[in-house]
């Protein structure tokens, strides 16, 4: 197998969601799991997902177009965020899928739509998470910018706008935070959140949706039961199993720990002030936003008892002079060929990456030993599609 390549390992991913919902069970058995296509909508993966029987949690018209593609059921999708269209927004809602409503403009389309029959939806609420969990909310001072906020009242606003409205049912609350540290500490804000909007303003809720943010596939970290325990004790003061589901979102928990990317060495070269091997990975394909400080890895050396090196300074292959991934301290040299294999890369990477001087890698899937390709390495025909090489039709 040519590297760099990323390869899935199928029996994590069973097992992760098998975590997940043994969690979900044991303490909420009315739930729902969303994937979250945003995370890595690689398609043979949200296929995965759709025969685990989870829903597709989608935030643009794009990404609800490809569950449909995928063969997500019509009204197997959650359709969130602000980038829904007015068409795909309407066909969500005609077919039952569930809708958490993010701006004003949905608002407006409900009214603007006339409506013949009554329809449901929920809304994402924006809330101060920040005081609740000091540090550790994913904007601190500067506030997260989804959904109606609760404290200045703009929420209670939307809500009697969405109340005119004869045929719409609030039926449901989204309060999905992103966080620095996926803490418990976070979901307890999240569920007490529920709680008080419920009993303020005695809603009768069909659904509660955390949202995603958990970790998953970290020994000394939050595992799911914990996240799930804990929703499950504060929700249940005010809220019960039967009649309100809950839905969590997921994405890094599920994907991230069970994707690694294989590359190789392809250069050492030494100057006056470094040892730099360069390899035919990059940080494009395993932190294209540019912001990991370290990463899981291990090497696989074609001989061992090599002269041990201060310093090795591991590179990509992009002509960035910041695409480093690290530096090896103390070890032995690396040579061509040896290989560097970069573990729980599966979330916000594929994703996320540039068609940047190399396009996308081959991807495979480990079941139990035997590895199938999913996706072949892009090449130039599939880098022009869709492009006009000569100017032929104004439009
Ligand atoms: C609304 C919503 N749901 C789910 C997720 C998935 O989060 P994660 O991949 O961290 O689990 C996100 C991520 O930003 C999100 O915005």
Redesign the pocket.
Known sequence: MDTPYFVIDKKKLDNGIALLENALKSNWDNYIIGY?F??NALPWIINYYKNAGCYA?V?SDDEYRLARLIGYKENKIIY??PMKTKDTFMEALMNGCIINIDSKREIQWLEDANLQKKVSVGIRVNFDLESGCPGQSACGDEGGR?GFCYENGEFEKAIIALKKNKNVKMTGL?L?C?SKT?SLDVYRQIACMACEIQEKYDFKLEYIDV????FGGLANRPQFPQYIQLLSEILGTRFNIKDTALIV?????LIGPSVDYVTSVIDVKVTSYNRFVVTDGSRIHIDPLMTKSSYFYDIQRHKAGGEVINKQVICGFTCMEHDRLFALMDAEELEETDKIIYHKVG??TMCLSPLFIRYYPDIYVDEGGRYFKVRERWTPSNYVQNSMLEIKEER
């Not at 979102?249 to 928990?253: L, Q």
């Open positions: 979250s945003k995370t949690e935030v969130n965020g989804f989204h999905h992103s996926r949202g995603g943010g958990f979102e997921p994405g890094m928990s979330a916000y």
